[in-house]
């Protein structure tokens, strides 16, 4: 079974305009209070980042991350 945090960066890599909680949690199919407490864990990790866009806040893989993610990603499918 795959743990949260890893589906999180898997729904980041694919999302890179960025989520809200509430459309991760949707996705992850579970509370926004679960998401939250796996979102700051990462954040904690310095995996993800977080932006306030108006009345939203945002969540990004962290630059490096999501660099890393992509290259991988594109080997792949090469």
Do not use: N
Not at 8 to 20: A, F, S, V
Not at 35 to 56: C, D, H, M, P, Q
């Amino acid at each position: 079974m795959v743990d949260i945090k890893t589906k999180i960066i898997d729904i980041l890599t694919k999302h890179p305009e960025g989520l809200t909680l509430k459309d991760i949690a949707k996705e992850l199919d579970v509370s926004r209070i679960t998401a939250s407490k796996y979102i700051f864990e990462l954040k904690g990790e310095k995996l993800i980042t977080r932006r306030r866009v108006g009345s939203a806040i945002l969540h990004y893989l962290s630059q490096p991350l999501f660099d890393g993610m992509a290259v991988k990603r594109k080997a792949t499918t090469s």
